[in-house]
């Protein structure tokens, strides 16, 4: 990619064609070209693409392969993913990318990228035959300055040259080289992008995101759509006086014709200082001009704010308007009318003189338009912005005092304006599973609904990690719950396995309308149904909700062991003093060490001496059932040095989307799991070892110990190792003495890597193959399909149709949640404990114990 310029060939309009190789063929449709370079922004080329391609930015989706890698395509979902498709083919002059979605380009939406610096150019349409696979061919240099603009010629046909005229730099007329057999095409990339920043982190892509219809995703964390293209556009085009589009008389500012104060509306995206400067001429007098009554009722919002007073509309309709201030015996006052002489709205009569001395400003309640308008300006630059800090941020702008329950109801409406109602997104739940279906073939999704139509549960498996968790992992699911944060309190089921480097991988997730034994249950049948392997499965949880019961009734011959990481920090919450000895401090560590213990004696070494630090510590751990959770007494497979919390991706993520529509979650959720995918993939296509990192550097740790150990031959299988103490190997049943190779589930022990270099036998060899680098990226080797437009509002004509009409879960009284959570025992909840009388159930304040 020479001085850091690549032409993508923009391919559409055909399909893929599966060849005997596995390789995938695209055939059919047309091809366009455009110059890109690396500060290249994702949505200006979203933006371009569609409009060449004539489809919906909206629901755009795109996709290329890597370098010499024909068979898996990547998806382009924003800046980042640009980035990284342009690091991969540093070393080439174009790339292939390839364009899906809905017909019909907004042309409206190119108003506003065409007033931006732009890092792109057009090149000519191309009719497609055949991908190109052809290198660029050199142009003769034209230009005075001695640049060399850069062709991408087609194969296949006989066209003569051709000059393209970059309209962004009049006057320059480039000729492509002759030797070309297609449609030759020049594209210059010699531009200012000065306005372009491809330094952002992930905070600053919320923002982005927050003003486009597509997801956009940080390095651990995506962020959510929150405004389509059109509604910027139509934000943009009501600036310099247009008329509003979408309000009628009633929404306009002043008083309406009822007598009701309202307060002024105002645009968008000047800082508030300039903006409210530049409105104080908006009415300069008697004779000025309008196009509509609208543009007048714009104009006098605008200049009332800016001199900081607020008027009622007497009289308010298409041919005339008049204003008087609502203060009482004020003297200000204006009327205007249509003139159709000259087809213009006119300013007939004005007293611009104030005799209440900014009353009707001090005392001005601000309608909930005003409100909505405010807010969803700031919302859309700080999406997670509190009602406090909204609230002073309106009073040092613009000089209006509002009241916190006011901010709050201004919040909610600015946000359905800007990411559509979190109630109508039910209602596009049927639309999704049938989307999932086309798109992810053989993938499983089952949408209950009850007798009312509301929601009670989604479940969603894609067919390919289904697929790669049997064939590539070990039969290990942790299932956690989340919260969705909104609220009608529903909960995020999920199924997560561990891949060969330890890494936790999506396998099936539900949203449920609450979190109950009942909804654990029906998620567990429908994982039973998604999976197809008969290999017994071993399920971690948290101790809670009744998931050991549930988990033996669904799946045969299943284990359940209780998470570690729960399990610690409960330790944790239940640690009562006085300590003795080292203290409170070292007990977190010797609870990990006795759950690790593969020997009885070990194992009752270090619960005694927690027992010396503290005894109602020891009595926590011996209330704990073994058998869920100890390397001695677990039978399923081995899982807990696995002590990091699960949960906490899902966590984080429903934190930074928790204002977001129900929809918007779940296209959030998905592009996580296919954002975890892809770059696990491409990550690992360099490895080079035999085993995955972590496994590889505990086999070399292992190594090195066993280069100072004694050995002696006893036979072909069987080894007498001398250690600290004496341990016999026997390398044909995969076992040892001391017990740490079967204990740590496929990982030689130092012993056993003694026996086996003296027997000339490959240490690898006797690794597990799920610890494998081979393992690793056959789990990572499919990726998911996207699903265009899962993130956006719904469309009316569906809203309108009983077919899809899906009402949200009722909200839930708090007493009822209290209720509900009292039915389920939490083992993990910390007793109160009296520190005078010593008894359990209640504290000091309340003994009724005689001293």
């Keep these: 990619m020479a001085k850091g310029k690549l032409i993508l060939i923009c391919q559409s309009g055909g399909k893929f064609v599966t060849k005997g190789d596995s390789t995938l063929s695209y055939e059919g449709g047309e091809a366009n070209a455009v110059n890109i370079i690396h500060e290249t922004v994702f949505d200006d080329l979203k933006l371009k693409v569609a409009e060449m391609c004539n489809l919906n930015q909206k629901t755009i989706s ?138 952002c982190g992930p905070a600053d892509t919320v923002k982005r995101r927050r003003r486009t219809a597509s997801w956009t995703m940080g390095a651990r964390g995506p962020t959510i759509v929150a405004v389509s293209d059109s509604d910027r556009e139509r934000r943009r085009r009501k600036k310099n006086n247009q008329s509003r589009e979408h309000e009628t008389d009633d929404d306009i500012l002043g008083i309406d014709d009822l007598g009701n104060p309202s307060s002024p509306g105002f645009s968008d995206d000047d800082l508030p200082e300039k903006l409210v400067a530049s409105w104080r001429d908006c009415i300069t007098g008697v004779g000025q001009d309008f196009k509509s009554v609208k543009e007048f009722r714009e104009a006098l919002q605008k200049y009332a704010i800016a001199h900081r007073f607020v008027y009622k509309l007497k009289k308010n309709d298409s041919n005339r308007a008049s204003g008087i201030c609502v203060e009482e015996g004020c003297t200000w006052s204006i009327h205007a009318s249509w003139v159709p002489a000259s087809l213009l709205f006119r300013i007939k009569k004005l007293n611009d003189t104030h005799t209440c001395g900014g009353e009707s400003w001090k005392n001005a309640h601000p309608a909930k338009k005003l409100l909505v308008s405010v807010i969803k300006d700031r919302l859309r630059d700080s999406p997670h912005d509190k009602p406090r800090e909204i609230a002073r941020s309106i009073s040092r702008d613009f000089g209006i005092e509002l009241k916190y329950t006011q901010v709050r109801r201004g919040i909610e409406g600015a946000r359905e304006q800007l990411q559509g109602s979190y109630k109508e997104s039910y209602s596009r739940l049927p639309w999704f599973c049938e989307k999932l279906e086309e798109t992810n073939p053989g993938s499983f999704v089952k949408l209950l609904t009850d007798d009312e139509k509301r929601f009670q549960c989604l479940f969603v498996s894609f067919l390919s990690c289904v697929q790669s968790f049997e064939k590539n992992c070990r039969p290990i699911l942790f299932l956690n719950a989340t919260s969705l944060k909104s609220k009608y309190h529903e909960s995020l089921l999920t199924a997560t396995a561990v891949d060969a480097d330890d890494g936790f991988f999506p396998v099936a997730f539900s949203i449920v309308n609450n979190e109950n034994e009942d909804n654990w249950h029906w998620f567990l049948e429908q994982l039973k149904s998604a999976l197809s392997s008969s290999v017994p499965l071993t399920f971690v949880s948290d101790r809670d909700k009744g998931l050991e019961k549930a988990v033996h009734e669904i799946f045969e011959n299943a284990h359940h062991g209780y998470s570690m990481y729960h399990l610690i920090e409960s330790f944790k919450r239940n640690l009562k003093g006085p300590f003795q000895g080292e203290g409170r401090g070292v007990l977190p560590g010797k609870f990990l060490s006795a759950a690790h213990a593969l020997r009885q004696s070990v194992f009752k070494k270090f619960t005694e001496q927690i027992k010396q630090i503290s005894p109602s510590a020891y009595d926590w751990v011996t209330q704990v059932e073994p058998e869920h959770w100890t390397s001695l007494s677990f039978r399923g497979e081995q899982y807990n040095y696995i002590i990091q919390n699960v949960a906490e991706p899902y966590t984080k993520l429903m934190d930074e989307i928790k204002e977001s529509t129900l929809m918007q979650k779940i296209e959030a959720l998905i592009y996580m799991i296919s954002e975890v995918i892809n770059t696990r993939r491409i990550s690992s296509s360099n490895w080079t070892a035999k085993l995955t990192p972590s496994k590889e550097k505990m086999v070399q740790g292992e190594a090195l110990k066993a280069h100072r150990l004694r050995l002696f031959i006893s036979s072909d299988v069987l080894f007498e190792v001398h250690d600290e103490s004496t341990h016999v190997v026997n390398i044909e049943k995969l076992e040892c003495t001391c017990l740490e190779w079967k204990g740590t589930s496929g990982i030689p022990c130092r012993h056993a890597i003694a026996a086996l270099n003296s027997s000339g036998k490959g240490v690898y060899d006797y690794c597990s193959k799920y610890f494998t680098v081979e393992s690793y990226q056959l789990t990572y080797r499919e990726s998911i399909n996207p699903i265009p437009g899962i993130g956006l509002p719904l469309v009316k004509e569906d809203a309108e149709s009983d077919d899809v009409k899906v009402l949200p879960p009722a909200p839930r009284p708090a007493s009822e949640q209290k209720k509900e959570q009292s039915k389920i025992e939490d083992p993990d909840k910390r007793t109160v404990t009296c520190s005078k009388c010593k008894e359990p159930g209640h504290n000091k304040a309340s003994c009724k114990a005689t001293s």
């Design 62 to 199: 795109v996709k290329y392969f890597l370098p010499g890698n024909r068979r898996n395509l990547i998806s382009l979902r924003n800046d980042k993913d640009l980035k990284r498709m342009i690091d991969f083919h540093a070393n080439s002059v174009t790339a292939d990318i390839f364009v899906d979605g809905e017909v019909g380009f907004d042309h409206d939406a190119i108003k506003l990228q065409a007033s931006r610096n732009s890092a792109l150019k057009l090149a000519e349409t191309v009719n497609h035959i055949t991908a190109p696979t052809t290198a660029a061919t050199p142009v003769v240099n034209n230009r005075k300055d001695g640049a060399d603009p850069r062709v991408h010629a087609h194969a296949g046909s006989k066209a003569a040259a051709r000059k393209v005229v970059d309209s962004s730099s009049p006057g320059e007329t480039y000729t492509a080289s002759p030797q070309s057999s297609e449609h030759a095409v020049s594209v210059d990339a010699d531009q200012d992008l000065s306005d372009l920043d491809m330094t």
